[in-house]
Every structure is written in C-alpha cells, then in structure tokens.
C-alpha cells in the first residue's frame, strides 16, 4: 500500500544548526503513528515542513506517491494535511464557528457572510466531536479541552486525511482525554491518517499502531508498538538508560520555614470571585513540597502571592520563621530570603538583550560593584559558581542568553536565584519545555540544594516528576485545596482526581 | 554572538557604531566636495561651529531620550519640555530684574542661579510627573508624554502671557533676554554646550554601562515583568529614566534660549523630541526597550545633523524644509539595516509578491519628485530640473527592480 | 536584500578614499580663492574675478506678502543686469521663529558666494540676530533690513541701511482714514483693537502705535492682540475682541493676512456692519474682500517695489556705485538718514467712500480706488501687493 506521506531524506539546516538530517520513515493510509523525541530533537521543524510553513529544505517529503513542496499551509491544507498545534491557534473574540471557516467563510448570494449555514455546519461537526458548544460562543471563554476541540473540528471540516497532533493532551481533564481517544477512534475509523507527537508514554502506548524516534535530528529507528516497551521508547529518545530518580535517600527536613494560613486572593471579575481560598500549608527546611494542579488552579498564584508579586488584596496570613510577614514587592520577598524561578522563562524569567553573565548577576549586582562601578571582573567571577553548580553549558560568560538551550537559560536562572542565598526557593514549572537530559540534571541540582537546607516549593504539570521529586504533595483544584499527601501516599490517579475535583478534600 | 548595543556586552569591536561613523565620514566628504563653495574647506571654522553647537543642543536632547528608550518607555515631549524650562527660566530671570527692565540686563548672579534653577527644577517635576502617569495612573507612556507634549507648550504660553501682563502691563509671547551672563555664554556657546555635551555623555556611559542603576535601566528595557519578579524596584528606575530625560530637555532650554536670546515658547524648539528619538533609533536604540549605547547616540546625533547640514549646503535652499523627509528617510533605512544585520534576516526578500511589485514604482515616484524639488536649488541644473528628476526616478526604478529580480534568483 | 557585513578591508577602503578626496578638495579650494577681503575694502567687484555671487532675501515668515516682493526681485534682477556681473537673487523663507533667521544667518556666513542679505527681523529687539548680522558684516557682506527693522535706537550698527514702509507714516495714514470713516457714520466715541503677528515687532508697533496718534483721542485702543503668524489664532484673536470688548467701533488689521482673517469673521457672525474695517497691505484675498464690500480702506504697501530696490541697493552696495547711493540716501549723514522709504497707497472701494484724497500728502501717500488698483497689479503680473 501506497504511504499517504513519506519522508525521503529530509534535512533542514538553521543558522548555526542542523535540525533536521536524513529523516525517512512512512505514514501508512489509516494509522495513528507516534512522533517521540525530547525537546530538540526536530519534531516540530520537521511538521512545519509538513504543514507547509518551511518550504526551504532538503530531501522529498511525498504525499500519496507523488513528491510535493508546499509553499504554504494552504497548499498543505488543500493537500489534506492539517496540523492541531500545542499553542491553540483561534482568534479569541471571535465566535466557535467564526474560528471554525476562519479564511474560509461562507457567502450569501449576495456576497455577505453566510452565519446562519456556518453555525449549523459548526454545530454538526461539534456533535460528533462530543463537544456539546454552542457555536456562537467567543471561543475565548470556551475550556481548554474545547478549544482543542474546536481546532480538530476546524481540521475536520477541511476534509484532511492526515492529521497532526502536536501534545494534544498537556491541559486536557481526564475525561476530556478520554474523549479525545473516542474522537480519535472516530476518525480512524473514518480512514484519517493521524500524526500523534507525544512524550507521555502512556498515550503512545495506547493510542499509536506505529512508533517513531527522533533524535538530534535523526531517525533512531520506526517501530511497531506491540514489538516495543516504554523504557525502551525512552531510552531511545536519550541515547541512554534512565533509570526511574529516587532520591529520598537522605533527606530529613528541619525546622518549619515557611507556614500559610487561610490565604484567599480575591479575583473581582470572575463569577468564582477568588483565585485562592483558605489555602493552608507548612514547608520546612530541606523539604520538597510538591504542588500539584490543572492549569488555573491557582498554582502559578500561590507562589506570586508568597513571593510578593501578586497584588496585594489577599487576606490570611504567611508567617516566616514564625513572623507574620506580607511583601508588597518582590524586592521585599527577595530581601526576607524568598527566591522565585517562574514559569514561562522567555516571558517573565529571561532577558534576551542581555548576556549570560548579565542574566546570572541580575539579583546580586552590589556584590560585583567595586568603587561605585560595576567591576567586569568581579561579575564574572561572582556568576562562576552558579554556571558551574548548577552546569550550565554556554560557549562563556558574555555569549547571548537567547544562543542557550531551554535546559541551560533555565539553569541560569536558578543561579541567579542562588546567588542571593535563599531559604526558601518556589519553583514554578521549572522544567517545562527542557528535554529529559537536562531534566535529571535538574532533579539532581534541586535534590542537592534541599540536602544543603533550602526548603522548595515545586509546581509541576507532571505528575512523575512530582512523585519522584517531592517529600509531600498538595493539590489545587479551582483555588481550593483538595488534598495533601505524603510521598508514599500518593499516586497518580488519585492525585489526578484531586485535581479535577472528582473526590473531596482528601488527606491522608 | 552578542549584538552590540546591549549591556554587559564584550569588548568587540562595535559593528553598529562603525557602519554610522562611515556613513558619517562619507556624508561629510562627499559634501564637502560636492559644494561648489566647498564650505567646509574654506570657512572651516564657522562650519564647524554651526555642527558642533547643533550637535551638541540635539545630542543632549537625544541622551536623555535614549535614556528613556532604553528603559522601555519613550518620551514625546522633550520638545514642549525645552520651551517649558526656557520660559521658566526666562519668567524668573524677569521676576529678579527692575520692573522696567525689558531686556532682563539688570539680573544679578543671585537671580541668574534662581532661574537656571527653576529651569531645572521642572524638569524634575515634569519627569516625576511622567513616572506617576505612567506608574500610578498606568497610561501607557506614549499617551502620558503626548499629553504632556500638547500641554506643557500650551502651559509656557499662558505663563508667558500671564506674567509678562502682571509685570509689564502689556502681554507678549515672548520674553527678550539680552543678560549679559546668557550674552556671554551665547559667545562662548560652541565649545561650552560641547562641553556639556561631552561631559553629559561621559557621565550617561558611566551610568549605563558601569552601574547597578544602568543594568537595571537595561533589564527593565528589555523584560519589565521579569526585571519586577527579580526583585527590581521598577518604578523607581522609571522615575530616573523619565527625570534623566526631562532634565537633559530641560538643560537644553537653558542653552537655546541663550543661543537665540528670546523665550518664545510658542515655536521655539518645535519637533525637537522627533529628531532627538530618531538621533537615538539611528545610533541603534530598539523602541521596544533594552537595547541601545551611548557612542551610537552620540553618533547618531551627528550623523543627522550633519546630513541635514549638507542639505543647505548643496541645495542652496534651507533645510528646514527638507529636514522632515530626511530624518524620516534616514530613520527608516537605519532601523532596516539594524534589524537585518541583527535578526540575522539577511536571506529575506523586500521586493517579492505583489506589494513589492507596488512599492517599487512609488518609491521610484517619490525619488523622482524630491530629485525635482532638490534639482530647483542647484543652479547647474536650471532649466533640466524635469529631466532630471525623471532620470533619477528611472534609475530608481531600474535598481529596484534589479534587487527585486536578485531576490527571486536567490529564493528558487 | 543583501547587507554584506562591514569587513577590515572595506573599512580601510573607505579611509583611504576619504583621504584622497579630502586632498582633492584641498587643492581645488586653493584654485578658487575668494576675493570677499577685496570687496569689503570697496575696490569695484567688476574687476576681480567673475566669480558667482549671491543675495539672499530673508523673510520673517511664510505669507503672500513676500511673492509680491519675489517678483519685485526678479524684476530688479533684470532691470539692472544683474547676470551679466554674475549675481543672483533668491529668496528664503523663513519658519516664523527667531532660530530659524539666526541658523539662516549662520548657514550664509559660511557661504562665500553670498555677497549681500537683505532680511525683515522678526524680533527688533533680538540680540542673538543682530549679532550675527553683524558677523556677515565683518565678513564684508552687505547687509540690509528690508520690511521690518532691528531696533534703530539700540542695534542701529547692524546693518548699513534700512528699505521699506516708514510704518509711522503707514499707521498715522491709517488712523486717518479710520477716523474719516467712523466720523462718517456718526460714531463719535467707542473702542477698537488692532491686530498683528507680533506686537513686538518693529514695524507692527510703528503702525500700531501712528494708527493711535491720528485715530484721535475720542475712541479708545482696546487692545492689541498678536497672533504669531498662526492664522486660525488670527480669527480666534478677532472673534474674542468682538466678544470681550462691548463698545467696539473699528477693527484694525496691521499685517496682511489680518485683513481676510477680520473679514472672514465679521462676515460669519454677521456682524459687518457694526465695524470700520481699516487694514494693511492687499493679500489677495483681501482684495476680494473689498470688492464684497467687507473691508473699508486698505493702506498698501509696495512690497514689488521693495524687492526691486532691494536688488538695487545691494549691487550698488557691492559695486561701490556712489551715485545710486546717494541718490536712495540723500541724507545718510544725519540721524535717520540710512532709511529709505517706499510708497504707500491708500485703496479704497469706490470714490463714494469718506476716505478723500485730500486727506493726505500726494508726495508720500497715492489714493487710489479699488479697479485702479486692480489695473496696476495686472500691469505687473501681481495678484497681491
């Protein structure tokens, strides 16, 4: 049988960087085929060769036999391949169906827009999406499962036969997975072809019939995945055998650091009224909590809130070493002996016009001043330790910040952090977005550090890491608490259902 | 690599700064040898002296605005800031003469420290004002300093009007200041504003490059939220960068209401802030913040003032005029070259696709008719002014069209 | 578009280039030395080299006033065989600020090829000017004031001699004709405000100050309001005066374009009739307004008969052309003897008006009415004066 899409020998070469070399495998007409590989590794170069985003490469990408060169993601789109991308590409203020015929709109007669038939058709599809929307909802206030939804839906009514999915599941609910395994058995059975790019081994494992790693560029191998095993999946994907971490080995925590009472931060114009309510927590020196939660449970909120960043209405208590303290600035916190490594480094964490040393000295400029000026050689030597505690690989203290792989711009930042001796360091998904390498370079980094005394706070949207890393875990859902466990407590499942709001408040 | 023009860079050789001091060198030597009086050759002196002193006024203007820019902000009103503090300088220079005295000549050294004072004074209101519009207001600094911009003219004139009324009993729009201490300082104002300038930009790099404050400018610039959640104060650095930036203004007031010896707040220093911020975008300030050095600014400034200099030289009509187009010209091609040089988009295409098949005839259209403009002044060319600006446009159009074609061979 | 990075070799390149030309430019300078030394010591131009020369006129600001002097310019450019002594004459207009005539003044004393200057001052009182001013005169530059004067009293030494309207006279003619008119209409007592760019300017205050003189103390000067050359603030100024001042009989525009400005508002708000309408110089749409019937009596200057002596002048000046000197300065020994004055008209719509020709001195003031006027312009290609 003829592939629906082969690659012959693709290679894309960026500035400086081979992204791409020699990829060949086959997509067969029909099949859920997996993409696997760490972040890096060419995955997402190599789909917007597909799609039709980059039309400057080397090698043959064929579709149905016949050798094409999309100079577009229309001709891709016309070509029957459509891409579901992890960042939700829908204009917010417009309407479900709106999003849906977006560049494709429907036209009265007299050459007005036609809402009446894009709704119904809107409707139509969404039903068999099991997405229960009403079309003409802006699909900015729509759930994030159902945003995803809509872009499938979007992909559908092109009448693809291939379709790209890129970590479709990383803020979906459990149930809004498992709806999306029916759509996808749906559209299997309708002959869709589906390009699933995961590392979750347990969707790869039970969705794909076929299995292909990436890695450095390169093909390591295609594989069926009856014939194959998730560690071996993964070992593949490093080059290497990574054993499961475990490191609670030694680790005994001190003295209480850190404790919250009651903390509600009010949220004036939303119909729940509060990002937080009555949240309560202790953390001691040396001790890993864990903080578990979907997106927008109040997670990323609770550190702003310890850390002086959030504004300044909540209403409870945060004692440190038993003082009531409340920072109205994150100078204040920082000055307490409060650091915080926050999420989404290039948005909030980076500064790219700066170097590296720059980036590392940020928080501790007056120890590099020497007679009022800012001495080149002391900041140099100050950033040293951090580059090298926490391994940071970078050509040289002034090579640009931006030339750094996610995994080292986000050890640079927990230097700068370390720099200024912290007590208490809250790290919000600190490795999101790093490839597993650098991951455990990590795990081994922040293990150390709670050795040494420092107590962590640890957000994290995955739920191995948690387990593996912290001493306890506690669980938002919707700003609430809804449980707390000890290390040897705590599954995934039942933190899974803690964070969905599917059991009560849950201790143990 | 690290681009220059951004903090804690190495110690290349700065790219930026080189490519403007060579352009810089060309316009003055292509001018020079272009103009039939060849000025710059034969009254050596007082050209010098029209550029330096018209440097300097724009390069202390254009210090504070790059100041601004780096931090992140941008500040529209140094012009209406100039005005300002000349009128507050000049009312108070009034207020400590005899009542009589319409040419200010009997202000003594008390009254003289009293109004260059004040001048300063609001400059430091008005950019403490700025930061709490921009701070605790939240308006965007663009709308804060636009509304400034409008308002503090405005505000000079009516102080103007006011005083001059209550004092003199007849209104006037402007103040006639003949001291003999600004008299002398006019005298001696080529190489007193360049001293000034000079130490201001020592002083400016000092700051910038070697001090937390500067680091801290840069980080705000260059991500303001991360620069909060590092535990910078980042109201305070905007409170210096908006002061530093009025202060410069305001400075500059002084030194141009002794340059002309009047304060007429109603026309003087108009535009000034537009050719300050494009002094500060040539010399590779990035209006989203972060990025920016002191040389280029300085060199930017020059460069400016030395292409519109070269205008009244070789047209022979006053430039004036033309200084509008030529600042918008050299800011569009200098930010283009900055970019590309910096994103390293140097494989992208300008001419493809219908709109640059578009751009290309108006752009040739518009060489055409300033060719024609321009040709009017140039007495060689009386008479052919038509012909020539239709060859310049054909030409234009023809090398357009080349790169255009270049383009396309390159991409397929 | 491709930008090939700034190389070593490119950079020596450019240097090594620069170098050459400035040599170039070096030797060619000294192949044309100027002889500006000599013609300050008063030795005839003519028999130094033909080199190119210049006069500039500087005007004070942007107006139609000044076509009508360009084309007195031009005519005098050729009436006196200006090309065949290679001189040319141009004119520059400038902003409206007191900068832009000080950075001109600079910018020409760098030229060599510019010989002589005339410039209406837009601040009589400006130091900063007047010293430059002075600078082109060390130079050996002429320079002349045309139109508008520095301060005689204080900055007299600024320029060699003076052309244009005696704005005493022009005022005091002006107040006449207003006070004709008003006794007219049986108005014996009321206001009035005069208006004008700058109340500070030399020849504005003369006529303001000549209009008060002969207008007679039986009405009152309101004010005197000034506009700095803006023209919507030129009709804000009239609309605030008619509000502000109850026993407003007469309006008096004092530069050109306040006569259309005073007209356009008395005409909007209906109010026409309830004022003498004096004003100075005939800006073409001033003219219309007369023919309407908006405007009472016009004082005109002669602005093309101010560029075609200003021409004059200059070259005599830079030939040393003793009798043409002393023929426009009869007196240029005595105090005042360094001003030359141009005619003044007196247009008025018809012969009905009250503004007789009697009125006035023939020898310094022709009475005209509106279609004579209008003939003499024609016969000179002018639209304004």
Redesign the interface.
């Known amino acids: 049988m003829t592939p629906i899409v082969a690659f012959r020998g693709v290679g894309k070469t960026f500035?400086g960087v081979v992204a791409l070399d020699g990829v060949s495998f086959d997509l067969t007409p029909g099949e859920c085929h997996a993409l696997c590989g760490e972040n890096g590794a060419g995955k997402s170069t190599l789909m917007k060769l597909l799609s039709g985003v980059i039309s400057d490469y080397g090698g043959e990408i064929l579709v149905r036999g016949e050798p094409v060169r999309f100079r577009g993601t229309r001709e891709a789109e016309a070509a029957g391949i459509a891409i579901i991308h992890q960042e939700l590409n829908l204009v917010e203020q417009l309407s479900a169906a709106a999003n849906i015929f977006l560049g494709r709109e429907r036209r009265t007669a007299m050459g007005l827009l036609d809402d009446t038939t894009m709704e119904r058709e809107s409707a139509e599809l969404l039903a068999e999406l099991e997405c229960p929307v009403d079309p003409r909802t802006p699909a900015g206030s729509l759930r994030v499962g159902d945003q995803q939804l809509l872009e499938i839906a979007k992909a559908v009514s092109l009448a693809s036969d291939v379709l790209i999915m890129d970590e479709p599941t990383s803020a979906l609910t459990d149930a809004e997975v498992a709806r999306l395994d029916r759509v996808i058995a749906r559209l299997r059975a309708r002959g869709v072809t589906i390009l699933y790019i995961s590392h979750k081994m347990d969707e790869v494992f039970r969705l794909a019939d076929r299995i292909t790693v990436l890695r450095d560029g390169r093909v390591v191998t295609t594989v069926d995945r009856t014939a194959t095993t998730p560690r071996e999946i993964t070992s593949w994907m490093v080059g290497r055998d990574i054993a499961a971490h475990d490191f609670h080995g030694s680790r005994s925590p001190g003295a209480e650091v850190l404790a919250i009472r009651s903390l509600t931060l009010p949220w004036p114009d939303h119909p729940r009224g509060y990002r937080l309510k009555d949240v309560s927590l202790e953390l001691r020196a040396g001790e890993i909590l864990g903080v578990a939660g979907l997106m927008g449970a109040g997670r990323t909120e609770l550190l702003e809130t310890i850390?002086g960043?959030a504004e300044p209405t909540w209403t409870g208590e945060i004692l440190l070493d038993g003082r009531s303290v409340r920072f109205s600035?994150?100078?204040d916190?920082?000055?307490a002996g409060i650091a915080?490594v926050?999420e989404d480094r290039k948005?909030?964490?980076?500064?790219?016009?700066?170097?590296v040393?720059?980036n590392v000295s940020?928080?501790s400029?007056?120890e590099a001043?020497r007679g009022?000026?800012?001495s080149r050689s002391r900041?140099e030597s100050l950033v040293a330790g951090p580059l090298r505690e926490t391994g940071v690989k970078t050509p040289g203290p002034?090579?640009?910040i931006t030339g750094l792989s996610g995994g080292n711009q986000q050890k640079c930042i927990i230097g700068?952090w370390l720099l200024v001796k912290p007590r208490v360091l809250l790290l919000d998904d600190p490795t999101r977005g790093i490839d597993v390498g650098a991951k455990a370079e990590l795990y081994t980094l922040i293990d150390r550090l709670c050795r040494e005394g420092l107590a962590v706070i640890l957000t994290s949207s995955e739920l191995p890491e948690l387990l593996a890393l912290a001493d306890r875990i506690i669980v938002l859902s919707e700003g609430r608490l809804t449980a707390e466990f000890p290390r040897a407590a705590a599954t995934e499942q039942k933190i899974m259902e803690a964070a969905t709001g599917t059991t009560n408040h849950v201790t143990i | 690599?690290?681009?220059s023009g951004?903090?804690?860079?190495?110690w290349r050789l700065p790219?930026h700064e080189?490519?403007i001091l060579?352009a810089t060198?060309?316009v003055f030597?292509v001018t020079?040898?272009l103009d039939?009086?060849?000025?710059?050759?034969?009254?050596w002196a007082?050209?010098r002296?029209?550029i330096v002193r018209n440097t300097a006024l724009l390069g202390i203007i254009a210090l504070g605005a790059s100041v601004v820019i780096i931090a992140g902000g941008i500040d529209l009103s140094a012009g209406s800031m100039v005005a300002f503090s000349a009128t507050t300088c000049a009312l108070v220079l009034m207020l400590c003469a005899a009542p009589d005295d319409?040419?200010l000549v009997t202000v003594g050294p008390a009254g003289i420290a009293a109004a260059v004072g004040a001048a300063m004074l609001s400059g430091l209101l008005v950019g403490t004002l700025h930061t709490w519009l921009i701070t605790a207001i939240r308006l965007p600094p663009f709308v804060a300093t636009l509304a400034t911009l409008v308002g503090l003219r405005s505000f000079a004139r009516a102080m103007c009007l006011f005083v001059t009324k209550e004092r003199w009993g007849?209104?006037?729009?402007?103040i006639?200041v003949?001291t003999p201490f600004f008299?002398w300082l006019?005298e001696h104002n080529v190489w007193i504003m360049a001293g000034t300038f000079l130490v201001l930009a020592i002083v400016t790099w000092?700051i910038l490059?070697?001090?937390?404050l500067?680091?801290?400018l840069?980080?705000l610039?260059?991500?303001e939220?991360?620069?909060?959640?590092?535990?910078?104060?980042t109201e305070n650095v905007k409170w210096f960068a908006y002061c530093y930036g009025s202060l410069t203004a305001a400075l500059a007031g002084i030194f141009?209401m002794a340059?002309?010896?009047?304060a007429?707040p109603?026309?003087?220093a108009?535009g000034y802030e537009l050719n300050a911020i494009a002094a500060a975008v040539v010399g590779g300030c990035?209006l989203q913040g972060?990025?920016g050095t002191v040389p280029g600014t300085v060199l930017g400034a020059l460069f400016l003032r030395l292409v519109i200099?070269a205008v009244?030289?070789l047209i022979?009509?006053?430039?004036?005029v033309y200084e509008g187009m030529i600042v918008g010209i050299i800011v569009a091609l200098a930010v283009t070259?900055t970019q590309?040089?910096r994103r390293?988009q140097?494989g992208?295409?300008?001419f493809s696709g219908a709109r640059g098949l578009a751009a290309i005839p108006t752009i040739a259209t518009f060489a055409a008719l300033l060719a024609t403009m321009a040709a009017a002044n140039v007495?060689v060319l009386e008479g052919r002014t038509g012909l020539f600006g239709v060859v310049v446009g054909g030409i234009t159009l023809v090398a357009l069209a080349a790169?255009r074609h270049?383009?396309s061979r390159?991409a397929s | 578009?491709?930008?090939a990075?700034?190389t070593r070799s490119r950079?020596h390149l450019?240097l090594s280039?620069?170098a050459a030309?400035?040599l170039?430019?070096?030797s060619?300078?000294r192949k044309?030395a100027?002889p500006t030394a000599d013609a300050a010591v008063g030795k005839p131009a003519a028999s130094a080299t033909k080199k190119?020369r210049r006069f500039i006129f500087i005007t004070n600001g942007d107006d139609p006033f000044w076509d009508a002097l360009l084309s007195g310019l031009k005519d005098g450019e050729q009436r006196f065989g200006c090309a065949a002594a290679g001189i040319?004459v141009?004119r520059?207009?400038?902003?409206?600020?007191?900068?832009?005539q000080?950075?001109?003044l600079?910018?020409y004393?760098?030229?060599?090829?510019v010989a002589g200057i005339a410039i209406s001052v837009i601040?009589a009182?400006?130091?900063?000017?007047v010293?430059e001013m002075k600078k082109l005169r060390a130079k050996g530059v002429k320079v002349i004031t045309v139109d508008g004067d520095v301060n005689r009293d204080t900055f007299r030494d600024a320029r060699s001699y003076y052309i244009g309207t005696d704005n005493v006279v022009g005022g005091r003619t002006l107040g006449t004709a207003a006070r004709a008119l008003l006794e007219a209409r049986g108005v014996t007592e009321g206001g009035y405000v005069q208006f004008a760019g700058?109340?500070?300017n030399d020849n504005a205050r003369s006529r303001m100050n000549g209009v008060k003189e002969t207008i007679g103390p039986a009405y009152a000067e309101r004010d005197?309001m000034?506009d700095?050359m803006?023209l919507p603030r030129a009709r804000d100024n009239v609309r605030n005066a008619t509000q502000n001042h109850k026993d407003l009989a007469a309006l008096v525009g004092i530069w050109a374009y306040n006569a259309p400005a005073i007209a356009d508002v008395v005409t909007e708000s209906g109010t026409r009739d309830k004022y003498v309408i004096a004003t100075f110089d005939a800006q073409d749409l001033a003219i219309g307004h007369m023919e309407k019937g908006r405007i009472d009596v016009m004082v005109v200057q002669n602005p093309f008969e101010m560029g075609v002596r200003t021409v004059r002048l200059l070259k005599a000046m830079v030939e040393d052309d003793k009798p043409v000197l002393d023929e426009m300065f009869p007196n240029s020994a005595s105090a005042g003897g360094d001003v030359h004055t141009t005619g003044l008209r007196v247009v008025v719509p018809d012969s009905t008006s009250p503004v007789k020709s009697n009125l006035f001195d023939p020898q310094v003031v022709e009475h005209m009415t509106l279609p004579d006027f209008k003939a003499w312009l024609a016969k000179y290609n002018l639209t304004s004066s």
């Open positions: 500035p850390f960043a600035h994150p100078a916190a920082c000055a915080m926050t948005r909030l964490g980076l500064f790219p016009d700066l170097d040393a720059a940020l928080c400029l007056n001043v009022g000026l800012l900041e002034h090579a640009a700068r | 690599m690290n681009s951004s903090a804690g860079g190495g790219r080189l490519a060579a060198v060309a030597v020079g040898w039939p009086n060849h000025t710059y050759f034969a009254n007082e050209s002296d029209i319409r040419r007849s209104e006037s729009q402007q006639n003949n008299a006019k000092l490059s070697r001090t937390v500067g680091r801290h840069y980080a610039g260059g991500n939220q991360a620069a909060r959640l590092s535990g910078i104060r141009l340059d002309s010896s009047v007429q109603g026309t003087l108009r990035s972060g990025v200099d009244s030289k022979k009509a006053s430039a004036d070259f590309v040089g390293g140097a992208r295409a300008f007495p790169i270049l383009e390159h | 578009m491709f930008v990075p700034m950079l450019a280039m620069t030309i400035l170039a430019g070096c060619s300078e044309s100027s190119p040319t141009a520059d207009v400038n902003n409206g600020s007191a900068e832009g000080i950075e001109r600079r910018q004393a760098t030229q060599d090829d601040q009182d400006n130091q900063s000017i010293e700058f109340t500070d005197r000034a700095e803006d």
